[in-house]
Nanobody, 126 residues
């Protein structure tokens, strides 16, 4: 069964760091584009970062401003999102998703993704 499961969310103070992990089961993440998205209540879901496992192409939303790093681990079939210098505006539910195979790149458009995890909540607050 194809599934994605996120972990690593929690409460962190402004300026702090968190590492989110997206674990895949039933397929190899390296074969696909994988994206991280987030949703704040009352707002539309937005793309945060994505990576294409085949080409290692990476893309980040403008608001990331070099604070986040997306990476892929073959050993445990995960895509990780290292977040630093977190701000209150980063508070959201973060979800990973599987995109197309063979595209060579990745996008921040949720319509390009067809398998979604349940999400992990990140709260940035003092």
């Amino acid at each position: 069964q194809t599934q994605l499961a996120e972990s690593g969310g929690g409460l962190v103070q402004p300026g702090g760091s968190l590492r989110l992990s997206c674990a895949g089961s039933g397929f190899v993440l390296r074969d696909y584009a994988i994206g991280w998205f987030r949703r704040v209540p009352g707002k539309e879901r937005e793309g945060v970062a994505c990576i294409n496992g085949e080409t290692t192409w990476r893309s980040y939303a403008d608001f990331v401003s070099d604070r986040f790093t997306i990476s892929m681990s073959d050993a445990d079939n995960t895509v990780n999102l290292e977040m630093s210098d977190l701000e209150s505006d980063d508070t959201a539910v973060y979800t990973c998703a599987r995109g197309p195979r063979g595209s060579g790149d990745c996008t921040h458009s949720e319509t390009d993704y067809n398998t979604w995890g349940q999400g992990t909540r990140v709260t940035v607050s003092s």
